[in-house]
């Protein structure tokens, strides 16, 4: 297993739908241990394979002091929203009230390649959909109502790391203070 260096906004792995996992094999299982220890270490409350640069459709979570993963996930949400603050992993610092479905039911298969159904409200519906709006390219920014999207654009544009992405490829990246002031990020 390997803590693995966290995509920061700019990388365009972000912005990269990803690819439905085939093979349930012993590389998969890796990921999910890698995706799993880079998560715990930086720490965080989630984190999705194109966070390391891994464009496969697998996610995992730390919430309420449960570990979860999910591979190849599909959502079913409930009307019912919740607002509440919500960070990202690769955007050090920044947390933004976040509006999101209150309940969800996903379904998908965990490592071995058995089916999974994961039933989960408020903070763990809220990783779950932060998790699987990156296996699409989308980032909590893009969730933010206009006004604060602008707030935000503004605070990446003066924080320390922005740029530091760009262009970087498999370039290791520097982590500029993952631990948030707040709560985890995701
Ligand atoms: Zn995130």
Request: aromatic fraction near 6%; glycine fraction near 8%.
């Amino acid at each position: 297993m390997s803590i693995m260096p966290i995509r920061l906004f700019g990388d365009p792995v972000l912005l990269t739908p990803a690819s439905e996992a085939k093979d349930f094999d012993k590389e998969l299982r890796n990921l999910v241990r890698d995706l799993t220890e880079t998560m715990l270490d930086a720490p965080g409350a989630g984190l999705a394979a194109p966070q390391i640069g891994v464009a496969l459709r697998v996610f995992v979570w730390d919430v309420d002091e449960e570990l979860g993963h999910l591979i190849n996930p599909s959502l079913d949400l409930s009307d019912e929203i919740q607002d509440g603050e919500e960070g990202c992993l690769s955007f050090p610092e920044l947390r933004y009230e976040t509006r999101r479905a209150l309940r969800v039911v996903a379904k998908g298969w965990n490592m071995y390649g058995d089916p999974v159904s994961i039933e989960g409200s408020e903070l763990l519906a809220r990783a779950i959909q932060h998790e699987t709006d990156h296996l699409d390219g989308i980032l909590f920014i893009d969730r933010l109502a206009p006004e604060n999207r602008k707030l935000a654009m503004k605070e990446i544009r003066e924080s320390d790391w922005f740029g530091m992405a760009q262009g970087s490829g498999s370039d290791p990246q520097v982590r500029v203070s993952p631990h948030s002031l707040y709560g985890k990020s995701l």
